[in-house]
């Protein structure tokens, strides 16, 4: 399925046609002026002075961004009555462009539906699919969807051309308001009526594709964009890549976005942010630190938001991040701080502020953390709901300040009111009470963190799963082993388990786990049978031992042939790369 991907991008070797042009030289012809007769004296005639009155005549020019702009303010803030009698009377002789720009400017959805209709009525206007389509794109974004097909349905009835910019709003808004076989058909539509896609066109759709899982498909739209001599462009890889990263193909990801450059197309800082942000959700540091090598060399930078998001995945996962902090000097330690979590949570919250949560903010603000705790404590009796955000912000701030019992407190609320965290707030979490060994309450955080629809990641997960092993505490990582989403249950995170049941001196539980996962299909890497033999050894399992010792050797040589290690057994190579210890 993956492989197919890599096979278009080894495939496809983009063409440039380099043409040289060559600037001849110029040369000047010096021409001699020779001394002109003298002419009679003649009196010059003066112009006559414009008058005062004749200036306060003259009408000022009118720039159309001042006729858009008093048009929008006439349909957003007067009544549709009035606002026709007003239209009436302004100077302006509609066309396609005018009111194209005018409805670009997103007025009230209602009245740019009657100021639709009521320019059409305009002596000499008629619509075209430049306002159609931008008609049709303020009832998608409303998700408006039946208005939308009818606006669509008026432009066939009336003849209008509809192209592939009109098609491909239509595909992106049906898939947006989830009718993706309706997305679908479109695009069969516009095939079928030899309206030929653009880039931009088969890019939407491969995302459309892509995002329901139908990657076959996918990739065969790729394979017929090529085909058709259409270069993909960035936003092409990085649809592409932004699926290799969420299937955690981090590989495959990184090759595209080597590919890509050879190809002469340069991931732009929008590909950069959507990449490492979903490296982030998934723990993924070492892409991070790639696409960051790249963001470094040609002075690029993450939005803020993503940037804090990374900031806390290298904190997590115990990683050094002076490469963050280089790429992006304008930060600083002290600009990142407790004042600055507090002011963008403000801007989380829906709704106005409570009294509670005003006062949660001017506490956090003060750095007053334990009359937080108290302020907690009374309203957790009391059920008064407080924002997650507020909760998550209080979470980060308890952990930066090695606070678990308070930190712990904020996460208690949360489950008593039924509160979905922060990603942030959960591994902040996870990682404080691991750092202090306190592990009774960390299978309980990973279990509400999955209720709230946030994963670990296989690294992530494997890593805690090791941790625990390491402190004997097979029932927690067993527990967190079993919340772990089916396309995580992999190599690495088996290994870890089977860790944990040696070091818990459980060997034939370990073998037990290690039968499991090779019934079920999943490949064991050296570093599983590394933690095999260290495990056997230690327990005086020598014979037992020999017999892995044996089927490691057969990897080994197996590996020489393998073009590519799926990541997650380089993931379990890296943790247990040596003699089955991290």
Not at 31 to 58: D, F, G, I, V
Not at 330 to 338: A, L, N, T, Y
Not at 395 to 402: A, P, S, W, Y
Request: glycine fraction near 4%; proline fraction near 4%; aromatic fraction near 10%.
């Amino acid at each position: 399925m993956y492989g197919s991907i890599r096979k278009f991008f080894h495939c496809f070797q983009p063409s440039f046609n380099h043409c040289k042009t060559s600037i001849k030289g110029l040369q000047t012809l010096q021409h001699c002026n020779p001394k002109k007769p003298a002419r009679p004296n003649y009196r010059k005639k003066t112009k006559p002075l414009k008058s005062s009155n004749h200036k306060q005549n003259e009408t000022p020019k009118a720039y159309m961004r001042d006729t858009i702009s008093n048009v929008y303010k006439i349909l957003k803030y007067s009544t549709w009555d009035s606002a026709q009698d007003l239209l009436k009377n302004l100077p302006i002789k509609w066309d396609s462009y005018t009111v194209n720009q005018v409805l670009k400017t997103h007025p009230p959805m209602e009245k740019a539906w009657l100021f639709f209709n009521w320019v059409s009525r305009s002596r000499g206007f008629n619509h075209d699919r430049f306002t159609y389509t931008t008609m049709l794109d303020i009832f998608g974004e409303a998700k408006r969807i039946s208005s939308m097909k009818y606006v669509f349905e008026l432009m066939q009835e009336k003849g209008i051309n509809i192209d592939a910019v009109t098609y491909t709003s239509v595909m992106h808004w049906l898939s947006n308001a989830g009718d993706v076989d309706g997305a679908v058909n479109i695009w069969e539509e516009m095939k079928l009526k030899e309206c030929y896609p653009t880039v931009v066109s088969y890019t939407a759709y491969m995302k459309i594709l892509f995002l329901n899982d139908r990657v076959e498909e996918a990739t065969d739209v790729y394979k017929e964009m090529i085909q058709s001599g259409l270069p993909p462009n960035c936003y092409t890889y990085t649809v592409l890549m932004e699926y290799l990263v969420r299937a955690g193909k981090y590989e495959e990801a990184l090759e595209i976005f080597s590919k890509m450059q050879e190809a002469g197309v340069q991931p732009d800082k929008a590909a950069c942010n959507i990449l490492i942000e979903k490296c982030c959700k998934a723990g993924e540091t070492r892409t991070i630190i790639l696409i960051l090598c790249y963001m470094k060399e040609n002075r690029l930078a993450l939005r803020y938001p993503v940037f804090k998001e990374a900031l806390q995945t290298f904190k997590v996962a115990n990683e050094n991040d002076s490469l963050l902090w280089q790429v992006h000097p304008q930060f600083s330690p002290e600009f990142i701080s407790d004042n600055d979590a507090v002011e963008f949570v403000t801007t989380d919250i829906e709704g106005p502020l409570s009294i509670d949560q005003g006062l949660v903010l001017i506490l956090l603000k003060k750095k007053n953390l334990a009359a937080i705790d108290c302020l907690l404590s009374g309203i957790m009796d009391k059920n008064i709901h407080l924002d997650s955000a507020v909760i998550s912000t209080i979470i980060e701030v308890n952990c930066d300040h090695r606070r678990p019992d308070g930190a712990l407190l904020a996460f208690e609320y949360s489950v008593k009111m039924d509160l979905n965290l922060e990603r942030t707030a959960y591994l902040a979490l996870i990682g404080i009470l691991i750092k202090l060994n306190t592990f009774p309450k960390v299978a309980e955080i990973v279990e509400e963190m999955t209720k709230a629809g946030h994963s670990l990641g296989v690294y992530l997960g494997a890593l805690l799963i090791h941790r625990l092993g390491s402190a004997r505490r097979p029932v927690p990582a067993a527990k967190i082993f079993s919340l772990l989403p089916e396309d995580q249950k992999c190599t690495a995170t088996y290994t870890a388990l089977i860790g944990v049941y040696f070091s818990a001196g459980s060997a034939d539980k370990a073998l037990k786990i290690y039968k499991t996962m090779c019934r079920k299909g999943i490949h064991p890497s050296l570093g599983t049978f590394n933690v095999l033999l260290a495990g056997l050894e230690k327990l005086g399992r020598v014979s037992d031992a020999e017999i892995y010792r044996k089927e490691k050797k057969s990897i080994q040589a197996d590996a020489h042939s393998k073009d590519t290690v799926p990541m997650e057994e380089k993931i379990c190579d890296l943790l247990y790369g040596g003699d089955g210890v991290l």
